[in-house]
């Protein structure tokens, strides 16, 4: 009997420092959504080498407004799940900004393909998950880099049904 009091007495002062130190950490209650780059949800061929990105905070512990965010750019979703952004890392920013927010790391080329995230803290300093990795890509910026040809129906006879499907010379 005896040692069944130290064992119901064991348990519940584990239940009790249990709630002591996970019971105080804040827990996040909202999320980001509606991610945007350009204005736009995942984009490719953008025009910009600067884009700028956009989120909305949502949830029911969403009350409050945004105080800082941290966003996070890579060349690769894998090193942004590795907590390696090697395009562009904010850190931690004092701000309230969560729209049109310009894109300030290592410079981008055409046909780049960058995927990104962000958290914020609200004013009771709590914290959000990371966001859904969102991606964005660089189109083509200049003509000069563009190639190909045009392809086209050739006629061999007055009949559009006798042509044939031919590459034209793009200088044609």
């Known amino acids: 009997m005896n040692s069944m009091k130290r064992l119901l007495c064991l348990v519940c002062c584990f239940c009790w420092l249990s709630v002591i130190v996970y019971g105080s950490k804040k827990i996040s209650t909202f999320y980001l959504s509606e991610l945007k780059c350009e204005n736009l949800i995942n984009p490719l ?13 949502k949830g029911d512990g969403w009350k409050g407004r945004q105080t800082y965010y941290e966003i996070q750019v890579a060349s690769d979703s894998i090193l942004l799940a590795q907590d390696k952004a090697d395009l562009w890392n904010t850190g ?66 007055p009949s559009p049904r006798d042509g044939l499907l031919s590459r034209m010379p793009s200088s044609a």
């Not at 061929?45 to 905070?57: A, C, E, Q, R, Y």
């Not at 701000?95 to 958290?119: A, H, I, N, Q």
């Not at 709590?126 to 050739?154: D, H, T």
Request: glycine letters at 6%; charged letters at 20%.
């Open 92 to 157: 931690k920013l004092k701000s309230d900004v969560s729209v049109m927010v310009p894109y300030r790391g290592k410079t981008l080329t055409s046909r780049s393909l960058c995927y990104w995230r962000v958290r914020v803290w609200d004013a009771k300093k709590q914290i959000s998950s990371w966001s859904p990795v969102a991606r964005f890509g660089v189109g083509i910026l200049n003509k000069s880099q563009m190639q190909g040809e045009y392809i086209c129906l050739l006629y061999t006879s």
């Open 45 to 57: 061929g953008i025009d910009n080498v600067t884009p700028h990105f956009s989120w909305k905070l």
